[in-house]
Nanobody
């Protein structure tokens, strides 16, 4: 089992930045892909960003490309999502998730149902 705990969310103004953290325990996060999903009120969960083992590959949703950066620190057993130039439409609960890569799935096409472990989420609210 991998326990994931997100932190770093909050209430900010448009144009501000936030850095979300995902702290893992139980197993080494280095063996997993790490992905950030978000769910806005009344909407389905969407993939925001993902990072493969050893940070060899990253993926970003078009809506956040150029503004968000995903990273991982396997020594700290953690992953991060740096969010710059935040917009009101970024308002959502952000979830960290981990996937054991079996060679079947593609990082850019990961769906919530394919994740092995989830955090409980951290809320991000961006005011205009």
């Amino acid at each position: 089992q991998v326990q994931l705990v997100e932190s770093g969310g909050g209430l900010v103004q448009a144009g501000d930045s936030l850095r979300l953290s995902c702290a893992a325990s139980g197993r080494a996060l280095s063996s997993y892909w790490v992905l950030w999903f978000r769910q806005a009120p009344g909407k389905e969960q969407e993939l925001v960003a993902g990072i493969s083992k050893n940070a060899a590959n990253t993926h970003y949703a078009d809506s956040v490309k150029g503004r968000f950066t995903i990273s991982r620190d396997d020594g700290a057993n953690a992953a991060y999502l740096q969010m710059n130039n935040l917009k009101p439409e970024d308002t959502a609960i952000y979830y960290c998730a981990a996937h054991w890569p079996s060679g079947v799935y593609v990082l850019s096409a990961m769906t919530p149902g394919q994740m092995d472990f989830w955090g409980k989420g951290t809320p991000v609210t961006v005011s205009s």
